[in-house]
């Protein structure tokens, strides 16, 4: 008799401790897959044909363009 | 090459659209939709301030997380990229964007929203390149051209600059050097030290 007491009051501690706990209100949101098509690196066309170089170069003097200090006042 | 980046110099900007226009006309991007606007501050008053806001094309895009359908890639020069035959018009990423840059065009009677549009730096989509479907969905890919953005280069007083972030914040950085005035606005301490390391403006110099 004096174990049963000891075994319902074990359990029933057991949930009262367990209604006590707390989950983490806080999502942490993780990056998913991206699942559409796969896409081309902008050098591998017909214009550049896989020259990453040309490429890189192309888009840096564009770049660089954009200094009106350079271009304007020839530096 | 590193990332690819917008920066909008609030000095320089007189708000004439012409990067909204430049984007509209290049991309044939449908009414209602904006990939590009320019935001004014204290508008009308002496001393206001514009710049022009689009996708920022962030590191760590909350976009991209907040996708229920992963339709959003990035490519390797951190251009912020989606494939609209994935999407499914929920508007989440418009929620989620601090800059307003994801778009829904609307159409028919009730204003069914349709999928979603946004700046692509002008790189186009995961469609092939220069195909016609490409252009349809995501407009011109002047990046595989070998070109930069249209907003930033057609930019008249170049207020927007755009392109390897490395190389526009060597062009702002001696920009703001020369006139004397401006690091105020971006954080210039920041990124570069102590405001004080600026030389103090000329008498009636121009931005």
Redesign the interface.
């Known amino acids: 008799m004096r174990t049963l007491l000891v075994m319902a009051a074990a359990v029933a501690l057991a949930g009262v401790a367990a209604g006590c706990g707390e989950k983490s209100s806080v999502t942490v949101?993780k990056?998913?897959?991206?699942?559409?098509?796969?896409?081309?690196?902008?050098?591998?066309?017909?214009?550049?044909k896989g020259d990453k170089a040309?490429?890189?170069k192309?888009?840096?003097s564009?770049?660089?363009g954009?200094?009106?200090?350079v271009r304007v006042s020839g530096g | 090459?590193a990332r690819m980046k917008f920066l909008c110099d609030a000095e320089r900007c007189i708000e004439c659209n012409g990067c909204v226009t430049a984007c509209k006309q290049e991309h044939e991007v449908p009414w209602g939709v904006n990939r590009r606007r320019v935001v004014t501050l204290n508008d009308g008053v002496p001393g206001e301030k514009s710049i022009s806001v689009a996708c920022m094309h962030c590191s760590d895009a909350p976009c991209?997380?907040?996708?229920p359908?992963?339709?959003?890639?990035k490519?390797?020069?951190g251009v912020v990229?989606?494939?609209k035959?994935?999407c499914i018009g929920c508007g989440y990423c418009f929620y989620a964007c601090p800059f307003g840059a994801p778009q829904f065009p609307q159409d028919g009677a009730f204003g069914l929203r349709g999928k979603m549009d946004k700046c692509t730096f002008c790189?186009g989509?995961?469609?092939?390149?220069?195909s016609a479907a490409e252009f349809r969905k995501y407009g011109r890919?002047r990046?595989?051209?070998?070109?930069?953005p249209a907003c930033?280069?057609m930019c008249s007083t170049?207020a927007l600059?755009?392109?390897?972030g490395d190389?526009?914040a060597n062009?702002y950085r001696?920009?703001v050097l020369?006139r004397g005035k401006g690091s105020e606005v971006w954080g210039w301490g920041t990124a570069y030290g102590k405001p004080a390391q600026q030389p103090a403006a000329q008498p009636g110099a121009k931005s």
């Open positions: 949101y990056q998913g897959q991206y699942q559409g098509k796969p896409d081309k690196q902008p050098w591998d066309n017909d214009q550049f040309a490429w890189e192309a888009v840096k564009r770049n660089l954009q200094n009106e200090y | 090459m991209m997380a907040v996708c359908v992963d339709c959003f890639y490519t390797s020069e990229l989606h494939d035959d994935l790189a989509g995961p469609e092939p390149d220069f890919n990046l595989a051209e070998g070109k930069l930033a280069e170049k600059l755009g392109g390897d190389v526009i062009i001696n920009r020369k």
